[in-house]
C-alpha cells in the first residue's frame, strides 16, 4: 500500500491559484529567465481605450467648434478696439481691469466708432462689435463676469450703445430728405420736356 504521502491528491489540491494554463506557462518562462540573470521584459501594458487629454486639447476642441466667420468677425472688431484705445490713450488691460473699467471704455468706444470714411456704420456693424468684444472677453480671456449682455455692470455702455443707433438713424433719415430734396430741384432734361407733352397727347386705341 502507498503511504499517505504518495497517495494520488485532488485536482484542486495541485492548483496553488486560479490562474489559467497558458498565464502559468508565461509566469514559468518569466521566472526561468529571472534567475538565469538574462534581462526580462515586462509583460506588454494594457491598451489603453480613452486617449490622453493635454492641458490645452479642451480649449482647442472649444475653439474648432466657432464658424470661422465668427472667428474672423472676432478678431477684426478686437483690432478695431484696440486701435481706438491707443488712438484716445485709453490705458486700460482688459485682461485684468475691473468690470465697471472696462463698461467705461467701452461706452467711449461706441461713441467714437466710426468707419474709414468717418462716418457711421450700420446698426448690424454696432451689434456685430459688440457680440465680437463679448465673446472674445468670454471665451479668448475666459473672464465670464465680462459678459457685455448678462453683467449688469455694463447697463451704461449698452444704453450708450442705444443712443448712439439713434444718433446714425437720425443722421440717415436727414441724409435721405437732403437728397430727395436736391433730387427733386434738379431741371429736367430737354429729352424728358420734349416728352412730357407728346405722352399726354397719345390716345389709347381698342382694336374689337
Avoid at 12 to 41: I, N, Q
Avoid at 166 to 176: E, F, G, I, M, P
Amino acid at each position: 500500500l502507498c503511504s499517505p504521502s504518495l497517495q494520488p491528491q485532488s485536482a484542486s489540491a495541485l492548483r496553488p491559484c486560479s490562474l489559467s494554463p497558458p498565464l502559468l506557462s508565461v509566469l514559468a518562462v518569466w521566472l526561468v529567465m529571472a534567475d538565469e540573470g538574462r534581462d526580462v521584459e515586462p509583460p506588454p501594458a494594457k491598451k489603453r481605450r480613452f486617449a490622453s487629454v493635454e492641458p490645452g486639447a479642451v480649449k482647442e476642441a472649444a475653439a474648432a467648434s466657432v464658424p470661422a466667420n465668427t472667428k474672423s468677425a472676432t478678431e477684426f472688431w478686437v483690432r478695431v478696439f484696440n486701435s481706438f484705445c491707443e488712438d484716445a490713450g485709453e490705458a486700460v488691460d482688459v485682461k485684468t481691469c475691473s468690470p465697471k473699467e472696462l463698461d467705461s471704455v467701452i461706452g467711449r468706444f461706441y461713441v467714437g466708432l466710426r468707419n474709414q470714411k468717418g462716418k457711421y456704420y450700420k446698426k448690424a456693424s454696432y451689434m456685430a462689435a459688440r457680440a465680437s468684444l463679448s465673446r472674445y472677453f468670454v471665451t479668448v480671456l475666459l473672464r465670464e463676469e465680462c459678459n457685455l449682455y448678462r453683467n449688469p455692470a455694463f447697463k451704461h455702455s449698452n444704453n450708450v450703445l442705444d443712443g448712439v443707433l439713434k444718433q446714425a438713424r437720425y443722421v440717415q433719415l436727414w441724409k435721405c430728405r437732403f437728397l430727395r430734396s436736391t433730387r427733386s430741384q434738379e431741371p429736367k432734361s430737354v429729352e424728358a420736356q420734349e416728352e412730357g407733352p407728346l405722352l399726354k397727347k397719345k390716345e389709347i386705341i381698342i382694336h374689337f
